[in-house]
């Protein structure tokens, strides 16, 4: 157990609809980071968040958004989704100013678009 | 240009053989990290080993050891005594000092490990 929660674990919805992932960093780290992993690909870095501010944005679409709250709680919004949505996100947390500060992953939250 | 290659989209290996995953990263920063996840067929990222670019010795943790080269730019990892559970996904990563928001992520190394 890497100590960051991600919910659901499993999620299925419509093309057009609208989701929020949720996920808790383990207790201590400032940062979270978005990954999307789509059916046997690699990890594509969406967005990162420090204590509460966005630090970096990767590949993410602009039909997507995510904060971090006071409690350092980071969502990730997913809007007008489309089939191609469909994959497995994962949320990251680690220590923020250190070369060594590893990412600790979350089970991640397969997402399913019919 | 790609930050981190792995260049071996799928491996084969003997249970009980000791196999090499390679992995060639590209900075021009002195201090990085470099880092090795696992994902099994169930889907979790497993942090596995870290090495740091001022490491004077190559990781180790447990059966899993790191063989870095720095002048080649390569952190190819070693999982000797390989198992059957060993079987998955293996990643590579880099983090920069210069921009440590990010971490690069290779497009990671299919491994089997036949009985």
């Known amino acids: 157990d890497s100590g960051v929660t991600q919910t659901p674990k499993h999620l299925i919805t419509a093309t057009g609809q609208r989701v929020t992932l949720r996920c808790s960093p383990r207790s201590g780290d400032l940062s979270v980071y978005w990954y999307q992993q789509s059916l046997d690909q690699g990890l594509q870095f969406l967005i990162h968040y420090y204590n509460g501010e966005e630090r970096a944005k990767g590949n993410i679409l602009e039909r997507f958004s995510a904060q971090q709250f006071p409690d350092l709680h980071s969502e990730l919004n997913l809007s007008s989704l489309e089939l191609g949505d469909s994959a497995l996100y994962f949320c990251?947390?680690?220590?923020?100013?250190?070369?060594?500060?590893?990412?600790?992953f979350g089970p991640g939250t397969r997402l399913l678009v019919l | 240009a790609q930050k981190i290659t792995q260049t071996q989209p799928g491996m084969f290996v003997q249970e009980k053989e000791a196999v090499t995953l390679d992995c060639t990263y590209d900075t021009s920063d002195p201090s990085y990290g470099l880092f090795w996840y696992k994902q099994p067929s169930s889907g979790e990222m497993i942090f596995l080993i870290y090495q740091g670019s001022y490491d004077q010795q190559n990781a180790t943790e447990g059966r899993y050891s790191l063989n870095f080269q720095k002048a080649r730019k390569s952190a190819n990892l070693v999982i000797s005594a390989s198992q059957l559970g060993d079987s998955a996904m293996y990643f590579c990563a880099m983090r920069e000092e210069e921009d440590f928001n990010k971490f690069y992520f290779g497009s990671g190394t299919k491994l089997n490990v036949k009985p």
């Open positions: 990251a947390s680690s220590v923020h100013r250190q070369t060594k500060g590893t990412q600790y």
